[in-house]
């Protein structure tokens, strides 16, 4: 089951906050988050192991709640290298098997 | 650079053809993933191999195969290609699975192939 991504697209000036959430209708024991700039390769950015657990990388940190099956991203103080989409991704983990499924995307764009 | 070498770059083929997207994994890593990402799909799981076996399916069409090689390199294999083929293709990969890892996937610059 994709996990479900919104806004499917942000525009920020530098300098602002911006929040991405995504959500499951199954029930989530992690939740990655990734970034692909334009014309590059995904690019792992954190994993939120735990239900409540803050991680952070950059300015850029995540919250991961358990009950509502859902996790944020939260991007404060916005630079133009943040740009790029943020894709969030929800583990199917089976005895050696590992399928990561992602969102659809959300596209950042920041402008100066 | 992730580590995880993907040739050829590009590839324009015609409709019916068939081509072979290779996969060479980070140093040590056992699993790998292919990945196809098209306009509006996002990145849709295709398949995982850990260590030569076959682990996890996805939407992998019946067109598709993969295989892993002793020398834990991958080849993703594309037959009788139609237009909606035409994408970008990631092979990923890891070094450990949960519980023992966090999962993170390696991914490598993709293979962009244009079906004609």
């Known amino acids: 089951q994709q996990p479900v991504q919104s806004p499917q697209a942000v525009i920020l000036r530098e300098g602002e906050d911006a929040v991405i959430n995504c959500s499951s209708s199954k029930a989530l024991y992690s939740v990655h988050w990734y970034r692909q700039k334009h014309g590059e390769a995904p690019v792992f950015l954190m994993i939120?192991?735990?239900?409540?657990e803050q991680k952070g990388h950059e300015k850029i940190s995540a919250s991961f709640n358990e009950k509502k099956q859902q996790s944020s991203l939260y991007l404060t103080a916005s630079q133009l290298s943040y740009s790029g989409t943020y894709f969030c991704?929800?583990?199917?983990?089976?005895?050696?098997?590992?399928?990561?499924?992602f969102g659809k995307g959300t596209k950042l764009s920041v402008i100066p | 650079d992730s580590g995880v070498t993907q040739t050829p770059k590009h590839l324009i083929t015609a409709t019916g053809q068939r081509v072979t997207l290779r996969c060479s994994p980070r140093?040590?890593?056992?699993?790998v993933y292919w990945y196809q990402q098209s306009l509006d799909q996002g990145l849709q799981f295709l398949i995982q191999y850990y260590n030569g076996e076959e682990r996890a399916k996805g939407n992998i069409l019946e067109r598709f195969s993969a295989q892993q090689f002793p020398d834990l390199h991958s080849e993703l294999n594309l037959s009788s290609l139609e237009l909606g083929d035409s994408a970008l293709y990631f092979c990923?990969?890891?070094?450990?699975?949960?519980?023992?890892?966090?999962?993170?996937?390696?991914f490598g610059e993709g293979s962009r192939l244009t079906v004609l």
């Open positions: 140093s040590g890593d056992l699993s």
């Open positions: 991704g929800t583990p199917q983990v089976g005895a050696g098997s590992y399928q990561l499924t």
């Open positions: 939120l192991l735990k239900g409540g």
């Open positions: 990923a990969s890891s070094v450990a699975l949960p519980p023992r890892g966090t999962g993170e996937l390696f």
